[in-house]
């Protein structure tokens, strides 16, 4: 007798969970009537996202790549902006089902505007706790200089 309202409840339960879904698909792609409002001027998200820091002496770039390994990114300068390339794997061992996978495969190409000249031979890039730091030093004909005043 009971068992018309557990049905029940367990499929209003699902049609939850699936509307949660479609909220969530659709969210960051900016469709009116999902989930927020569209955001303005931005249609989806970026992938890395990165902070652009900038010092005396260099650009500091700093960009989220988590779960990725330091062989699979490559970073380059090439013209006036900074190109970061990579992939992060996600893949189960071979012995297992997969359930869940929010942390999906992602392979990424970001060309970055440089905010200035820059030395390319003298560029580095570390990666710690899933950040990827790249410094470019600024060319040194674009370093302020101080000039001498000689007395005459």
């Given at each position: 007798m009971l068992t018309g309202w557990i049905d029940l409840d367990e499929a209003m339960r699902t049609l939850d969970v699936l509307q949660r879904h479609i909220v969530h698909a659709f969210d960051d792609r900016g469709v009116p009537g999902f989930g927020r409002e569209p955001r303005r001027g931005r249609e989806h998200s970026v992938w890395p996202p990165v902070n652009v820091f900038e010092t005396k002496e260099a650009f500091v770039y700093k960009a989220e790549v988590p779960s990725v390994a330091e062989g699979d990114v490559a970073v380059h300068v090439e013209d006036d902006a900074l190109v970061l390339r990579g992939e992060r794997k996600s893949d189960a061992p071979k012995a297992y089902d997969v359930h869940?996978?929010?942390?999906?495969?992602?392979?990424?190409?970001?060309?970055?505007?440089?905010?200035?000249?820059?030395?390319?031979?003298?560029?580095?890039?570390?990666?710690?706790?899933?950040?990827l730091t790249v410094t470019l030093p600024k060319a040194k004909e674009t370093l302020p200089r101080q000039v001498v005043v000689q007395a005459l």
């Open positions: 869940l996978r929010e942390r999906v495969p992602v392979a990424f190409t970001r060309k970055l505007p440089l905010p200035g000249r820059v030395d390319s031979a003298a560029v580095t890039a570390t990666m710690k706790d899933g950040i």
